[in-house]
């Protein structure tokens, strides 16, 4: 893929999963939550209102004013979705008429397309409703105290004070059942773990069913919870998995804590690492068989090949890059333009039968010894016919390979990222930096990720930007 095709395609990927959800949410009205089934697939809860605001509209006397990105939206549903731009148009046109401040999304089946999800909410003008309905010449044709207006891309229904959006042309039949709210006790809102969450001060709150989850994991009943946060600088993901009274899963207690050392060896140079700390006894086949079901083969091949290699694994693998030149270079991603690093902790023993086993591999692909330096003592080289070297031994504990060799660093900013950790990753791209001017890019970000025992967070801001980051990742997505 193209690596500016491959940039546009992170921001959407960023955007899309804020766009649900940017505000600050309170207290979720307990009417609403007491009408969403206990079955449903996915339940979220966000401030539309706040939304419309951090991405650039103008909300002032009763109206909003879209920016441009979100009329362009509204404007081009072909270059969007149909769904996204017939929802957002609906909102606004109602705004002022209902409480946007907590809107609940809902997917009962997301096998059934736009057929299976509706929209509630508090209605806190009947009659601005009524008269905006009769503006866009859309008239009442509910019965028994239901009022249902019926347009083109969707049908609003208001009954004792909450509104629904239902998708139009949904079986009349299925779409009265959500006008009705279900036995308390068949309800989200009898879940009291899922119900805190939702509640949860966070932008967006979005709880997933996640019974089927593969691995070892008890998931029956559980939802994977996703609390976003949204500044005008930062963008932050909380995640666990919850089950109905509260109590959280422990999903990566079967990994270890990352031993951090190996960032002594990640020179400021770089901007990308990422660590795992894995036991002796993982199981490494399920990499092939997640390799075949994405229907690539040869990766698949390679991973099954590469089994008694990972297997003598015990501790921390790490892996780091950074940048070897400038722009338009390093562009083009190869051992030529950019460092990298790979430690792997594993027994001494089975560090000296990889590395034999490695300079067994090297004429075999072209490669030949390079005699070492003597502050590199005890370090194996090869030069690779293109010319680049590769360093390989044993570093702290650990197999080690790179293009860069092996010299300690000292201190290192990313260290707080991977303390205490089983899984973290980390990205940090200056403004006007190569990398930025090599891909084309605005501004530089800076990412994280962390995944403990029971938790998974994510950091996201940008560097070099005036904008808020929600409002500049969609500037740069609807361009």
């Known amino acids: 893929m193209d690596t500016k095709i491959m940039v546009r395609w992170i921001y959407a990927a960023v955007v899309s999963a804020v766009m649900l959800a940017s505000g600050a949410c309170s207290k979720v009205e307990s009417s609403l939550l007491d009408s969403v089934p206990s079955s449903a697939q996915v339940v979220a809860v966000a401030d539309v209102e706040l939304l419309l605001k951090r991405s650039g509209c103008q909300v002032a006397d009763g109206a909003v004013t879209l920016s441009p990105e979100l009329q362009k939206i509204v404007d081009t549903p072909a270059e969007t979705s149909t769904a996204v731009s017939s929802t957002l148009r609906m909102l606004v046109d109602l705004y002022g008429a209902i409480d946007m ?3 609940v999304y809902v997917s009962l089946d997301p096998n059934q397309d736009s057929n299976g999800t509706f929209l509630t909410f508090m209605i806190s003008d009947e009659g601005a ?3 905006k309905m009769k503006e866009k010449g859309v008239q009442n044709t509910g019965s028994d105290g239901i009022e249902v207006y019926a347009g083109a891309d969707w049908t609003l229904a208001m009954h004792d004070g909450q509104g629904w959006l239902i998708p139009a042309g949904m079986d009349s039949d299925k779409a009265r059942s959500y006008f009705t709210a279900p036995d308390r006790k068949e309800s989200i809102g009898s879940q009291s773990g899922i119900v805190d969450f939702l509640n949860a001060d966070n932008a967006v709150n979005v709880a997933v ?13 559980r939802r994977a919870c996703f609390g976003v946060k949204v500044e005008d600088s930062v963008i932050g993901m909380h995640m666990q998995l919850i ?5 959280i899963t422990r999903f990566a207690s079967d990994y270890k804590e990352i031993d951090t050392d190996f960032l002594n060896y990640v020179p400021g140079s770089y901007i990308a690492a990422a660590a795992f700390g894995f036991t002796s006894d993982f199981d490494w086949s399920s990499l092939a068989t997640a390799a075949a079901l994405l229907g690539s083969r040869d990766v698949a091949s390679a991973v099954q090949m590469a089994i008694p290699f990972l297997s003598r694994i015990d501790g921390t693998v790490a892996v780091a ?5 400038g722009a338009p270079a390093i562009a083009d991603i190869n051992l030529k333009t950019w460092n990298f690093t790979v430690m792997a902790h594993m027994a001494q023993s089975d560090v000296d039968a990889t590395l034999a086993q490695l300079g067994a591999l090297a004429p075999h692909i072209g490669a030949s010894p390079v005699k070492m330096e003597s502050d590199d003592s005890g370090m194996d080289a090869w030069m690779l016919p293109d010319g680049t070297v590769i360093y390989a031994g044993n570093v702290d504990g650990c197999l080690a390979v790179s293009n860069l060799g092996f010299k300690p660093v000292g201190d290192n900013s990313m260290t707080d990222i991977f303390l205490s950790q089983r899984a973290a990753m980390a990205v940090n791209i200056p403004a006007g930096s190569e990398v930025v001017k090599a891909f084309g890019m605005p501004w530089g970000f ?6 403990g025992e029971s938790d998974l967070n994510v950091r996201f801001s940008l560097n070099g930007s005036s904008q808020s980051v929600l409002q500049a990742l969609l500037a740069q997505m609807m361009k």
């Open 129 to 131: 409703v009524t008269d």
């Open 209 to 221: 069913l996640a019974d089927g989850l593969s691995g070892n994991i008890e998931t029956e009943g």
């Open 243 to 247: 089950a109905p009274d509260g109590e």
């Open 446 to 451: 800076n990412c994280s990720m962390q995944v």
């Open 321 to 325: 890059a950074g940048p070897a030149g």
């Open 101 to 103: 401040s907590e809107v």
